[in-house]
């Protein structure tokens, strides 16, 4: 089966990264850190007086109005930002490419012809395309970091609950993460003074200790191993194994918690009547439904022993480097199966963060395809939990040296 891609020639346009209808706006307080700039936040963020449409008719069909507007929302207009829409998301979060929202498929700025990623793809698109300076999302599975990397962005997935989600509809909650775009790292960082709890201490973060995966490096596509080898080599880093046992350990791992999860949040809603979903989330939500207790009780041996092995390679000033994704974003026009065999291998490398709730930055790399068309291909810092703001800072200076 073939996805169908919106626009005219299978290019979406470019302000296609929006909620249709009008937009959503809020001013902000017009004083602090975040002053005079614009963001979107993707549409599963309640604002008050506006339905939260989550990508899915059915839901937006039967969802009331919110009573109030969701924490982050309201944090950033507390600094001085200002709301500038609601931004298209793969139906309830469950995608990862971009490709399965009802209200369409945004663009990808950087490369139209391919996915944007999701599922936070509007708030990737809205920034790559410049509409706004910076945007929210979610971080599940990959949510953030696959559209920052497919879109040539920074994007940001923080430390599990170091951002309250409260206004946000959840997927997983012991997965779900409140995460951010931006154009440049020095924005990124400025986003995180707002949104991540104050420094425990003043005092400057110690050299971090510079590690690269190179077994997850030898698993990507040619082009993009070769690419990832050289920054490793302009930052100096020392190669170590990431994985502990088979790299599928990872997916495999994380999906029976994953699943189980999302099941619990919306299977209730699911099974009430017949819904229209989009191609794939009906076979996601089936295989959601017939996991186990028994499935998930088998996968936490391996989620522990994943942990505990990141726990060593990082200690506390590790910074490991990781492929945000193994490969350049899929055609727009790529079959379904296509698709979902990308999702899979993806998640080799995705899953770490989400299995031992690490804080991970997605940098921006580039390269051109066989066609001579820029590609994204994202390369990740991956720290201890906690190390947030090393990430921050430490994504600003490595930044010129991967240029």
């Known amino acids: 089966m073939t996805l169908p891609a919106p626009g005219r020639g299978g290019v979406a346009p470019a302000d296609s990264a929006f909620v249709p209808g009008p937009r959503v706006q809020r001013e902000g307080s017009g004083s602090g850190p975040l002053a005079g700039l614009r963001f979107a936040a993707k549409d599963l963020y309640d604002v008050a007086g506006e339905i939260t449409r989550g990508g899915n008719a059915d839901w937006a069909a039967e969802a009331r109005p919110a009573l109030s507007t969701a924490w982050a929302i309201r944090r ?47 708030s990737a698109s809205a920034v790559a395309a410049g509409l706004v300076d910076f945007a929210i999302g979610t971080d599940t599975g990959g949510s953030v970091r696959v559209p920052a990397a497919f879109c040539g962005l920074y994007g940001m997935r923080p430390t599990h609950g170091a951002i309250p989600l409260a206004g946000c509809l959840a997927l997983a909650p012991a997965f779900d993460t409140c995460g951010w775009f931006a154009r440049e790292p020095g924005l990124l960082a400025r986003v995180g003074d707002v949104l991540l709890p104050p420094p425990l201490h003043d005092e400057a973060l110690p050299p971090a200790r510079l590690l690269h995966a190179a077994d997850l490096f030898d698993l990507c596509a040619p082009q993009v191993a070769r690419r990832l080898h050289q920054a490793a080599r302009r930052l100096g880093s020392a190669p170590v194994a990431a994985c502990v046992g088979a790299p599928s350990d990872h997916p495999d791992a994380f999906w029976p918690f994953q699943g189980r999860q999302m099941w619990s949040t919306f299977g209730d809603w699911y099974r009430a009547r017949p819904r229209r979903m989009q191609p794939g989330n009906d076979a996601r939500f089936a295989a959601a439904a017939a996991i186990t207790a028994a499935e998930v009780q088998a996968a936490d041996p391996i989620r522990r022993r ?94 010129d040296r991967l240029a």
């Open 76 to 122: 950033l207009l507390d600094f001085g930002a200002s709301l500038d829409g609601k931004t298209i998301t793969d139906e309830l979060a469950c995608g990862l490419l971009g490709n399965t929202s009802g209200d369409g498929m945004p663009a990808n700025p950087l490369s139209p012809a391919r996915v944007p990623g999701g599922s936070s793809s509007g």
């Open 306 to 399: 994943i942990a505990a092995h990141l726990g060593r390679l990082l200690g506390t000033d590790g910074v490991l480097i990781i492929p945000t994704t193994h490969d350049f974003a899929p055609a727009r026009d790529a079959t379904l199966d296509e698709l979902e065999a990308f999702r899979r291998n993806a998640h080799v490398n995705l899953a770490i963060a989400g299995l031992c709730g690490l804080p991970q930055v997605s940098l921006p790399l580039t390269d051109v395809d066989d066609s001579g068309r820029p590609v994204g291909i994202g390369l990740s810092l991956l720290s201890a939990r906690g190390n947030d703001r090393r990430l921050l800072q430490l994504a600003g200076l490595l930044a």
